[in-house]
């Protein structure tokens, strides 16, 4: 069968590429193509847009961009009617996706959604347009079904993927082999993870930076965005040269006493990695975080971790409270007060029994895979 996939963001490239990986398994005579990222064209996809030029977030990029943008929708349509897949796969990324499930709609070729928008937290009115375009969703979250029950929409509920991609790697820290590879001193280490866009990283990482200046105890590494290069993170180091390390961000995390993590999958990843955090966010202009918070964002909490759970596990120092002396303090609780560290690890082991079990892409591809035959019977 013919398989059309589209993700625009690097997590979904992840993703993406382990669902291809276990479609082709089950369907040896596959075909992928689509746009996407370098671990999905690895899989066996032709990729013919990479990701890392459709990713304009934010009002000012996108009006910035929008003859590109407008250019790859069009040349997106006529590539899907020319292939005329059995399926169009589309990985979250909404802004894109969604527009391109209601062309394929509109032509006649059936749709799969594979890791929900996350419409439960902002624009909710979005599951209006997953309902008309939507033939099937799969979901990775265990609270999205509920959320999707209350308009009536079943979904597909596979188990997280970040399960597969992490345990995968997980392995016992071997501090010494990873110090010697990456060339850092003997210390312990405080990981920043200051996110994966130019602009939410020139926001966070200074301050961020200085926080983790506070801890001299331990040394500061960051997770470098694959789409950045050292020229961009070196302004906000200023005297002092912060090692950052790209393509390992699971590796960091195994290897670290505490977190600072920009709000996002990441929070989840570190938590699922059992390393302590405090959880950042500032968004630039302010008044559009506070317009969206009143009009818009659904949910009390902005961390998955916190969401799952529904409660207050990782502390969340968002928008105003994004301030140094707050990270200070918070980083204090969990390196200064045992007890402290050992409630948030309790919490991470209830957040893991409700994710479930490992294999979230196998399951989203037998049940792909399954539904694609019985149409064709």
Request: glycine share 6%; hydrophobic share 45%.
């Amino acid at each position: 069968m013919r398989y059309y996939v589209l993700a625009g963001e690097a997590s979904g490239d992840l993703h993406a590429s382990n669902l291809i990986k276990e479609i082709s398994l089950l369907d040896p005579q596959a075909q992928f193509r689509g746009f996407g990222g370098d671990l999905m064209e690895k899989a066996g996809m032709t990729v013919l847009k990479h990701y890392r030029d459709m990713a304009f977030m934010g009002l000012v990029p996108v009006i910035m961009n929008i003859r590109t943008i407008k250019k790859n929708f069009r040349f997106c349509e006529q590539d899907l009617l020319a292939f005329n897949p059995d399926v169009l796969i589309l990985i979250d990324y909404p802004g894109f996706n969604l527009r391109m499930a209601k062309f394929a709609k509109e032509h006649g070729i059936r749709t799969f959604y594979y890791i929900s928008p996350k419409i439960w937290a902002w624009k909710q009115e979005r599951v209006h347009k997953v309902k008309a375009y939507v033939d099937e969703m799969f979901t990775i979250l265990p609270f999205e079904a509920d959320f999707y029950r209350k308009f009536d929409y079943p979904v597909n509920y596979v188990g997280n993927p970040l399960l597969d991609a992490i345990l995968e790697k997980k392995t016992a820290p071997d501090f010494q082999r990873f110090w010697t590879e990456n060339k850092l001193p003997e210390k312990p280490i405080l990981a920043v993870l200051p996110g994966s866009r130019k602009g939410e990283i020139s926001v966070l990482l200074p301050t961020m930076l200085k926080a983790a200046a506070q801890f001299p105890e331990y040394q500061c590494v960051i997770a470098g965005a694959p789409n950045m290069g050292i020229e961009f993170y070196q302004p906000f180091m200023k005297e002092s040269q912060v090692p950052v390390i790209w393509n390992k961000t699971y590796e960091i995390l195994i290897h670290s006493s505490v977190a600072i993590v920009s709000s996002g999958t990441a929070t989840l990843e570190t938590a699922i990695l059992n390393v302590p955090q405090v959880v950042v966010y500032q968004m630039n202009p302010r008044w559009l975080f506070i317009f969206l918070k009143k009009f818009f964002l659904k949910t009390k909490w902005v961390s998955l971790v916190n969401i799952i759970l529904g409660r207050e596990a990782v502390s969340e120092l968002i928008q105003s409270d994004f301030t140094l002396k707050n990270v200070v303090s918070e980083l204090e609780k969990i390196l200064n007060d045992p007890e402290n560290e050992k409630r948030m690890l309790a919490d991470y082991r209830d957040m893991m029994i409700k994710l479930g079990e490992p294999g979230a892409s196998g399951r989203a591809a037998a049940l792909m895979v399954e539904k694609l035959k019985s149409i064709n019977l």
